[in-house]
């Protein structure tokens, strides 16, 4: 039976100073769910989000920091040659914020 | 005398197991109802106090590796301990893998059993065998599912069946047919219902639960009484596999126009924050029409997670880059946060209900895997250790039963085999498994599974 992921998932995140907290993942397809963080564009952490709805990224050198929430989103379980997913991804569940020290 | 559940049955031929079979067997399989439907129908039980549970199983098809879940050993070397860290649990000493941080908040509401082997076979299909009838066997001896053997002890509760599988039965798993999930010689009566659509779908509806199109409840009934008709008339030469016919017949039928049934497996009847709760995919899905299911009557809900093991992210972890190739990606992305989720909203929502106490979860596999990855990233098939387990019920959470050596590869303390797990689920349901007894096949009175219960799971 072909695995099903009803709906997309949608996320209200909100900034406090350096703290980013998540509300309840509407049409939550389970999977994981994890914070995407990067700094002056560059990808720096990855840190899971289900278990804690905020986190507080702890790089505190100068920089823009943006944050947004991310689900992996199932396709199919092919992957390349270098054992990287070739359909499914992560995908964007939340508007990104972002902050500057 | 007789236990169904916690009362104590007068038998008519006296008090001994060996009475028992000598006398009750007969009764039993001549009238072809379930024991309890008789005993009930006699005035000689009373469901409410004999304080019968229920159960859902989850199996995890595929099966995932002692080492990367339920049993890490973080001391082992980088061959061994894989790639995955160990988090602390709401239980003093007890670890499981960091990919289920929800389930190591509810701890101390489960008891895993880490010293889990068997010794026929390494194809899933032994495991599963082992696992759903506490048996290994072949085509000349087909053993039944363990829901089958609980509808055949009890019966159905109201017009839903006794015994369910969701979304649908294990289909190809390499090795042949034999997957344990079905009724065997207890008949057609007894074969699980399932589901055979997948609950995560939209537009999801039970195909079996709908009249056909052009054809009104009115004219389904009419059809009802002319098969009737015809089945009476069949009824004077053949006996016992007409009664079975008739009792799958007249499910079927009540299934077809139970309003009971109707709202049961109705998911759109259920909050949409509850339905994220478990999850918007296939399994989560099942794991709430489980509990539907449970609390509208059905006894025994067995969840696959996953029908198959190829061409799909699944436990099968060989990373063997074809067909099979799950490796630690899968596990991390998917499969251990989809089980985490889903798996501990279960637990939860059964306890916010007060059904926690009536209902045993159980958690079942094929096998281990290797303690040693392979040359590709993965690990392949290993019956000689692996972990299960159970909550609810009366089973004692936060506890470890059994243990493995240092890399995972065999017992070494409490050994368990797969007859025991099954021993202990009927035990949690509160069969009395020396004076409850089944018609076998030629209706000689067997005992539901070989084997005792795990003492240490109950308080």
């Known amino acids: ?101 | 005398m007789l236990n169904i559940g916690s009362e104590k049955l007068p038998l008519c031929s006296g008090p001994s197991r060996r009475s028992f079979l000598t006398a009750g067997a007969a009764g039993i399989a001549s009238l072809g109802l379930p024991l309890f439907e008789k005993l009930k129908a006699a005035g000689s039980v009373d469901e409410k106090k004999a304080k019968i549970k229920n159960c859902i199983t989850i199996f995890l098809v595929g099966s995932p590796g002692q080492l990367d879940t339920w049993d890490m050993k973080p001391d082992a070397p980088e061959n061994v301990r894989g790639k995955f860290k160990p988090t602390k649990t709401n239980v003093t000493g007890v670890q499981i893998c960091e990919h289920f941080p929800l389930m190591a908040k509810m701890m101390d509401k489960v008891a895993l059993i880490r010293s889990l082997h068997h010794k026929t076979g390494a194809t899933h299909e032994n495991g599963q065998r082992w696992m759903m009838t506490g048996h290994d066997f072949n085509a000349d001896s087909v053993k039944p599912h363990i829901g089958s053997v609980v509808s055949r002890v009890f019966g159905p509760k109201g017009d839903l069946p006794a015994n369910v599988i969701l979304p649908g039965p294990i289909g190809n798993t390499g090795a042949g047919p034999l997957h344990g999930q079905t009724a065997g010689y207890l008949g057609s009566a007894h074969e699980p219902f399932f589901l055979n659509d997948d609950p995560a779908k939209n537009n999801f509806k039970v195909t079996d639960l709908e009249v056909p199109a052009g054809e009104s409840a009115s004219r389904l009934d009419n059809r009802k009484r002319l098969l009737e008709q015809v089945d009476d008339m069949q009824r004077r030469t053949e006996t016992k596999s007409t009664t079975m016919h008739d009792a799958a017949y007249q499910r079927a039928f009540r299934l077809l126009t139970s309003t009971e049934a109707k709202r049961a497996f109705n998911l759109g009847e259920e909050k949409n924050t509850v339905r994220d709760r478990y999850g918007r995919n296939t399994f989560g899905q099942s794991c709430l029409m489980a509990r539907r299911l449970i609390e509208s009557g059905v006894r025994f809900v067995t969840v696959n997670h996953f029908d198959t093991v190829f061409n799909l992210s699944c436990w099968d972890m060989h990373a063997d880059g074809g067909g099979l190739n799950n490796t630690y990606l899968d596990y991390e992305r998917m499969l251990c946060p989809q089980f985490d989720w889903a798996y501990t909203a279960l637990l939860q929502d059964l306890q916010d209900r007060g059904m926690l106490e009536d209902t045993v979860v159980a958690v079942l596999s094929e096998f281990g895997r290797t303690p040693q990855v392979n040359g590709r990233g993965g690990r392949d098939h290993y019956p000689a250790a692996w972990t299960n387990f159970l909550a609810g019920g009366n089973i004692k959470g936060g506890q470890v039963i059994g243990a493995t050596d240092k890399i995972g590869s065999r017992p070494i303390d409490s050994p368990v085999e797969p007859p025991q797990i099954l021993a202990s689920i009927y035990h949690a349901m509160g069969i009395n498994l020396d004076t409850t007894m089944m018609p076998g096949p030629g209706d000689r009175p067997v005992r539901l599974v070989e084997a005792e219960p795990i003492r240490q799971l109950f308080s």
Request: proline share 4%.
């Open chain 1, 1 to 101: 039976m072909e695995q099903k992921f009803d709906g997309t998932p949608r996320a209200e995140v909100q900034l406090t100073g350096r703290k980013v907290t998540r509300g309840t993942v509407k049409d939550d397809w389970g999977l994981l769910i994890r914070w995407l963080i990067r700094k002056n564009g560059e990808e720096v952490a990855t840190p899971p989000a289900r278990a804690n709805d905020s986190y507080e990224h702890p790089d505190t050198t100068a920089g823009t920091y943006t944050i947004v929430l991310q689900s992996w989103k199932y396709v199919s379980y092919v992957k390349d040659a270098k054992g990287e997913f070739t359909a499914s991804q992560f995908v964007d569940i939340s508007d990104v914020v972002s902050y500057s020290i």
